[in-house]
Protein backbone atom coordinates (compact mmCIF):
# COMPACT_ATOMS: atom_id res chain seq x y z
CA UNK A 1 0.00 0.00 0.00
CA UNK A 2 1.11 3.84 -0.68
CA UNK A 3 1.72 5.57 2.16
CA UNK A 4 2.07 9.34 1.62
CA UNK A 5 5.30 12.00 1.83
CA UNK A 6 4.13 14.32 4.31
CA UNK A 7 3.92 17.42 2.00
CA UNK A 8 6.01 21.27 2.57
CA UNK A 9 8.95 18.88 4.08
CA UNK A 10 12.26 21.40 3.89
CA UNK A 11 15.68 19.65 4.11
CA UNK A 12 17.71 21.56 6.75
CA UNK A 13 20.45 20.86 8.56
CA UNK A 14 23.43 22.10 5.91
CA UNK A 15 23.50 19.13 4.47
CA UNK A 16 24.61 20.77 1.09
CA UNK A 17 24.86 18.13 -1.76
CA UNK A 18 28.11 17.45 -4.02
CA UNK A 19 28.50 18.43 -7.41
CA UNK A 20 30.37 16.18 -9.80
CA UNK A 21 31.75 16.86 -12.80
CA UNK A 22 30.78 20.60 -12.35
CA UNK A 23 31.95 23.64 -14.10
CA UNK A 24 33.58 26.99 -12.82
CA UNK A 25 31.31 29.64 -13.01
CA UNK A 26 31.17 31.15 -16.72
CA UNK A 27 32.38 27.51 -18.33
CA UNK A 28 29.65 26.25 -20.51
CA UNK A 29 30.33 22.59 -19.78
CA UNK A 30 27.15 20.60 -18.89
CA UNK A 31 26.80 20.31 -14.84
CA UNK A 32 26.07 17.25 -13.29
CA UNK A 33 24.67 17.44 -9.60
CA UNK A 34 24.85 14.84 -7.26
CA UNK A 35 23.56 14.06 -4.08
CA UNK A 36 23.51 11.48 -1.18
CA UNK A 37 22.08 10.49 1.94
CA UNK A 38 25.78 9.57 3.69
CA UNK A 39 26.55 11.95 6.33
CA UNK A 40 22.73 12.25 7.70
CA UNK A 41 21.52 10.78 10.72
CA UNK A 42 19.73 8.16 9.47
CA UNK A 43 16.49 8.86 11.19
CA UNK A 44 16.57 11.63 8.80
CA UNK A 45 17.71 10.35 5.33
CA UNK A 46 14.06 8.44 4.19
CA UNK A 47 12.48 11.85 4.43
CA UNK A 48 15.34 13.98 2.49
CA UNK A 49 15.59 10.67 -0.45
CA UNK A 50 11.12 10.95 -0.63
CA UNK A 51 11.93 15.05 -1.15
CA UNK A 52 15.07 14.84 -3.40
CA UNK A 53 13.22 11.99 -5.19
CA UNK A 54 9.83 14.77 -5.98
CA UNK A 55 12.02 17.42 -6.78
CA UNK A 56 14.43 15.42 -9.22
CA UNK A 57 11.65 13.04 -10.75
CA UNK A 58 8.24 13.60 -10.27
CA UNK A 59 5.87 13.31 -6.55
CA UNK A 60 6.45 9.79 -5.26
CA UNK A 61 7.33 8.13 -1.89
CA UNK A 62 9.76 5.63 -1.31
CA UNK A 63 9.27 2.94 1.57
CA UNK A 64 12.55 0.83 1.79
CA UNK A 65 12.54 -2.38 3.09
CA UNK A 66 15.30 -1.45 6.03
CA UNK A 67 14.32 2.25 7.55
CA UNK A 68 16.98 1.67 9.88
CA UNK A 69 19.82 1.67 7.36
CA UNK A 70 18.64 3.03 4.30
CA UNK A 71 21.25 4.99 1.85
CA UNK A 72 20.47 6.40 -2.02
CA UNK A 73 22.29 8.68 -4.13
CA UNK A 74 21.30 10.65 -7.13
CA UNK A 75 22.64 12.61 -10.14
CA UNK A 76 20.60 14.40 -12.28
CA UNK A 77 21.04 17.26 -15.15
CA UNK A 78 19.43 18.20 -18.48
CA UNK A 79 20.24 17.50 -22.24
CA UNK A 80 18.53 19.48 -24.77
CA UNK A 81 15.03 18.88 -23.63
CA UNK A 82 15.63 15.53 -21.69
CA UNK A 83 16.24 15.65 -18.09
CA UNK A 84 18.67 12.67 -16.99
CA UNK A 85 18.48 11.39 -12.97
CA UNK A 86 20.45 8.57 -12.23
CA UNK A 87 19.10 6.91 -8.49
CA UNK A 88 20.94 4.54 -6.60
CA UNK A 89 19.09 3.12 -3.68
CA UNK A 90 19.10 0.19 -1.35
CA UNK A 91 15.99 -2.09 -1.41
CA UNK A 92 12.62 0.09 -1.70
CA UNK A 93 8.79 0.04 -2.65
CA UNK A 94 7.79 3.09 -4.57
CA UNK A 95 4.99 4.96 -5.43
CA UNK A 96 3.29 7.38 -7.48
CA UNK A 97 -0.16 7.50 -6.16
CA UNK A 98 -3.66 9.35 -7.14
CA UNK A 99 -2.57 11.97 -4.24
CA UNK A 100 1.00 12.52 -5.64
CA UNK A 101 -0.64 13.03 -9.44
CA UNK A 102 -3.11 15.52 -8.56
CA UNK A 103 0.44 17.56 -7.08
CA UNK A 104 2.79 16.83 -9.76
CA UNK A 105 3.33 19.97 -11.79
CA UNK A 106 3.89 19.22 -15.08
CA UNK A 107 2.72 15.79 -17.23
CA UNK A 108 5.66 14.36 -18.19
CA UNK A 109 6.65 11.05 -19.85
CA UNK A 110 9.59 8.86 -17.83
CA UNK A 111 11.78 6.44 -19.58
CA UNK A 112 13.01 4.07 -16.52
CA UNK A 113 16.34 2.38 -17.61
CA UNK A 114 17.76 0.23 -15.64
CA UNK A 115 21.65 0.27 -15.16
CA UNK A 116 22.46 -2.24 -12.04
CA UNK A 117 20.63 -4.70 -11.14
CA UNK A 118 16.52 -5.93 -11.25
CA UNK A 119 13.06 -4.34 -10.41
CA UNK A 120 9.42 -5.06 -11.06
CA UNK A 121 7.63 -2.07 -12.21
CA UNK A 122 3.67 -1.86 -12.36
CA UNK A 123 1.19 0.45 -14.30
CA UNK A 124 -2.26 0.49 -16.20
CA UNK A 125 -2.29 -3.25 -15.23
CA UNK A 126 1.20 -4.28 -16.74
CA UNK A 127 3.58 -5.44 -14.98
CA UNK A 128 7.29 -5.35 -16.44
CA UNK A 129 10.29 -6.81 -15.19
CA UNK A 130 13.62 -4.89 -16.11
CA UNK A 131 16.92 -6.37 -15.60
CA UNK A 132 20.28 -4.45 -16.72
CA UNK A 133 19.74 -2.76 -19.74
CA UNK A 134 16.13 -3.06 -20.60
CA UNK A 135 13.65 -0.05 -20.14
CA UNK A 136 10.10 0.59 -19.77
CA UNK A 137 8.18 4.02 -20.06
CA UNK A 138 6.25 5.52 -17.52
CA UNK A 139 3.42 8.29 -17.23
CA UNK A 140 3.35 10.31 -14.66
CA UNK A 141 -0.48 11.32 -14.82
CA UNK A 142 -1.08 7.82 -14.10
CA UNK A 143 -0.39 5.45 -10.29
CA UNK A 144 2.79 3.06 -10.55
CA UNK A 145 5.13 1.01 -8.32
CA UNK A 146 8.09 -0.15 -8.68
CA UNK A 147 9.85 -2.30 -6.67
CA UNK A 148 13.88 -3.84 -6.19
CA UNK A 149 16.54 -4.91 -4.48
CA UNK A 150 19.51 -2.99 -4.40
CA UNK A 151 18.77 -1.10 -7.61
CA UNK A 152 20.56 1.52 -10.01
CA UNK A 153 18.57 3.06 -12.31
CA UNK A 154 18.77 5.68 -15.10
CA UNK A 155 15.50 7.77 -15.44
CA UNK A 156 15.07 10.39 -18.76
CA UNK A 157 12.22 12.50 -18.02
CA UNK A 158 10.60 14.72 -21.32
CA UNK A 159 7.49 16.74 -20.88
CA UNK A 160 4.45 14.95 -22.58
CA UNK A 161 3.69 17.30 -25.34
CA UNK A 162 7.54 17.21 -26.11
CA UNK A 163 7.75 12.95 -26.32
CA UNK A 164 4.09 13.11 -28.32
CA UNK A 165 6.24 14.94 -30.96
CA UNK A 166 7.98 11.60 -31.81
CA UNK A 167 5.75 9.02 -30.11
CA UNK A 168 1.96 9.25 -31.64
CA UNK A 169 0.49 7.35 -29.11
CA UNK A 170 3.21 6.89 -26.27
CA UNK A 171 0.38 5.95 -23.82
CA UNK A 172 -0.11 2.07 -26.07
CA UNK A 173 3.41 1.35 -24.80
CA UNK A 174 3.69 2.34 -20.85
CA UNK A 175 4.69 -0.51 -19.02
CA UNK A 176 6.17 -2.54 -21.50
CA UNK A 177 9.55 -3.82 -20.64
CA UNK A 178 12.02 -3.42 -23.44
CA UNK A 179 14.81 -5.12 -24.18
CA UNK A 180 18.16 -3.33 -24.02
CA UNK A 181 20.58 -5.96 -25.58
CA UNK A 182 18.93 -6.34 -28.76
CA UNK A 183 17.49 -4.10 -31.87
CA UNK A 184 16.68 -0.49 -31.79
CA UNK A 185 16.28 -1.14 -28.06
CA UNK A 186 19.64 -2.29 -27.50
CA UNK A 187 20.56 0.43 -29.86
CA UNK A 188 19.29 3.32 -27.41
CA UNK A 189 19.89 1.25 -24.41
CA UNK A 190 23.67 1.30 -25.09
CA UNK A 191 23.73 4.97 -26.54
CA UNK A 192 22.28 6.31 -23.52
CA UNK A 193 24.69 4.53 -20.95
CA UNK A 194 27.56 5.03 -22.91
CA UNK A 195 27.08 8.86 -22.65
CA UNK A 196 26.00 8.59 -19.54
CA UNK A 197 29.01 6.82 -18.37
CA UNK A 198 31.64 8.96 -20.17
CA UNK A 199 30.06 11.75 -21.76
CA UNK A 200 27.73 13.55 -19.73
CA UNK A 201 29.86 15.74 -17.34
CA UNK A 202 32.11 17.08 -20.20
CA UNK A 203 29.53 18.20 -23.08
CA UNK A 204 28.89 21.77 -24.31
CA UNK A 205 25.31 22.92 -24.43
CA UNK A 206 25.29 22.60 -28.33
CA UNK A 207 26.23 19.25 -28.78
CA UNK A 208 24.00 18.36 -25.04
CA UNK A 209 20.86 19.99 -27.63
CA UNK A 210 21.89 17.74 -30.08
CA UNK A 211 22.37 14.31 -27.83
CA UNK A 212 19.03 15.11 -26.32
CA UNK A 213 17.17 15.27 -29.76
CA UNK A 214 19.41 11.90 -30.65
CA UNK A 215 17.69 10.97 -27.48
CA UNK A 216 14.30 10.99 -28.65
CA UNK A 217 15.00 10.02 -32.20
CA UNK A 218 16.05 6.56 -30.82
CA UNK A 219 13.31 6.27 -28.30
CA UNK A 220 10.69 6.52 -31.25
CA UNK A 221 12.80 4.22 -33.38
CA UNK A 222 12.88 2.10 -30.44
CA UNK A 223 8.78 1.74 -30.10
Known amino acids: MCRERRSGYIVTGGHVPARVGAAPPGD ?26 CRAVTELVASPLNRRDFSGRLARTEVGRVRLVDIESDPAVVCHSRQHIARSLEPVFLLCLQLEGESHFRQ ?19 PYEISFERNRMLVLGVAQQVLRRYISRPEAVIG ?36 GSALLELAASAY
Open 124 to 142: NGRAALLRASDFTLCDSTL
Open 28 to 53: PMLQVQTYSTSGLEPQRRIEYWNDLA
Open 176 to 211: IAMSGRSGLGGLLSSFVRSFWGRYAAGAEPAVCERI
